[in-house]
């Protein structure tokens, strides 16, 4: 039987006191005013959740019973959501020197063999759900390896930690090591069991995981587009058009297809509940499939740049079409830290022509990311009924960010250098459940 984790029933209502950013609507749709900010607010928490949000005057007097927790100037958001990640990579972050392919063979898979053994994979789960919430990540859909293990040993840990998250199962049996492959039937009947097993057990979730079409024959692809429709509340995460030479590799495999995307379509494995990663290099009819098919995509800007992949169209997707999230693909993503990634994306962006909006980018890191992983009625805002997952975020935590936000006219101008240069130095508290964590290494 799964851990169950005690939850904060039993805790006090608490009443947060800080700023408070939180989003009425998509601010790539509506613009900046989809935001909502309280210079002076407070956030309700009882029983796990957020019971009231709004100006801290208001909440104390309506509130007098509950115990407060001052964070000052601090500001208070619904946690970060990571959209994509490998944690078996986290020991291989910042490896040196390799395009995708290239690096999925000299470091990737020798790696991700280590976690046949259950005893690595624990260390590795409890070292990368530290990390996350040290960078005040509160979810995160994972990949794990092709051993069920790996994925018991991430959602074990995860679910003693009271964290929603979602991990699949890494299905390959093809173009990969003996020993990191398997069969259609094999990644059919072991995902499965791992959704028997741990799938709405609290707070955690298992995803149907094909790596990607070069490494998935068309019948283990078939037989995992048959396992998602007999678990269409699943999500289904793949890898979708990364870099040039994996989209040629996939029409020499697929000679047949009209496109990556019509390969995973063909095997029933695009739908509203699909998380496609990185997306960068699509077709007209990609993009447009994706969009009328109500499938996400995660967006991995540290990690584009890192493996060297390619410069996302995030004006083009995000524009109210597809749902985007943000995500660190770690380890080919080169930070655990979701403003880190928010940098980038805002870099990349630049790249194109197009200046990311602040609200937009916290909107992808927040409720965007949780909206493409199809959480949103549960995490990525702060409002009444939502889990109670906060990151209190210092926004002069170093001295060049402090100088240059003591400048600052307006929210979004001094929370502009915390996303281009704060790091996990910038986290002041994490709430998890609705109780708060110890943050790892301070
Ligand atoms: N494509 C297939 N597998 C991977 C992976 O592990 N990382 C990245 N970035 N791309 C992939
Ligand atoms: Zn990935």
Redesign the pocket.
């Known amino acids: 039987m799964p851990p169950v984790h005690d939850g904060a029933d039993a805790m006090p209502d608490r009443l947060l006191l800080g700023q408070t950013l939180t989003f009425a609507g998509d601010p790539f749709a509506e613009g900046p005013g989809a935001a909502r900010h309280e210079r002076q607010g407070a956030v309700l928490v009882s029983a796990g959740r957020i019971a009231a949000v709004g100006p801290a005057g208001a909440l104390r007097s309506a509130h007098p019973v509950a115990e407060t927790v001052d964070y000052g100037t601090a500001l208070i958001s619904a946690g970060f959501v990571d959209s994509h990640a490998?944690y078996p990579?986290t020991a291989i972050i910042a490896s040196w020197g390799k395009r995708?392919i290239d690096w999925?063979n000299l470091y990737?898979f020798p790696e991700e063999m280590r976690f046949a053994d259950p005893a690595y994979a624990a260390a590795v789960a409890a070292r990368h759900l530290d990390l996350l919430t040290a960078h005040g990540t509160t979810t995160v859909c994972t990949?794990a390896t092709i051993h069920p293990g790996s994925v018991d040993a991430y959602l074990a840990e995860a679910g003693r930690r009271g964290m929603r998250v979602v991990a699949g199962r890494t299905a390959m049996d093809r173009n990969a090591p003996a020993g990191l492959t398997d069969s259609a039937r094999a990644a059919h009947d072991e995902t499965e069991a791992l959704i028997a097993r741990w799938h709405g057990c609290g707070r955690l979730g298992v995803a149907i995981t094909p790596?990607?079409a070069p490494t998935s024959s068309p019948g283990q692809l078939d037989a995992l587009g048959a396992l998602w429709a007999a678990h269409p509340d699943c999500l289904m995460q793949t890898?979708l058009a990364?870099q040039t030479d994996e989209v040629a590799w996939v029409a020499r495999l697929f000679p047949g297809a009209r496109d990556y995307l019509d390969v995973y379509e063909a095997a029933g494995l695009l739908g509203p509940r699909a998380v496609f990663?990185?997306c960068i290099h699509l077709t007209s009819r990609e993009r447009a499939r994706l969009s009328e098919a109500g499938a996400s995509v995660a967006h991995?800007p540290t990690?584009n740049s890192f493996?060297g992949s390619g410069l996302f169209d995030l004006a083009g997707l995000a524009g109210g079409r597809v749902r985007v999230g943000l995500a660190t693909?770690t380890g080919?993503g080169s930070s655990f830290s979701m403003l880190r990634t928010m940098a980038a994306a805002y870099e990349i962006a630049q790249l194109r022509g197009h200046a990311v909006h602040p609200s937009q980018l916290w909107w992808l890191a927040t409720a965007g990311a949780a909206r493409a992983l199809h959480l949103d009625d549960r995490i990525g805002r702060l409002a009444p009924g939502m889990e109670a997952d906060l990151v209190v975020l210092d926004l002069a935590s170093t001295p060049a960010i402090a100088q240059r936000a003591a400048r600052a006219g307006d929210l979004w101008e001094a929370l502009f250098p915390t996303i281009m240069m704060g790091d996990d130095r910038a986290v002041r508290a994490v709430w998890v459940d609705g109780a708060p964590v110890a943050l790892p290494g301070r």
């Open positions: 490998h990579q995708l999925l990737t990949y790596r990607f890898h990364e990663g990185h991995c990690s493996i693909d080919g």
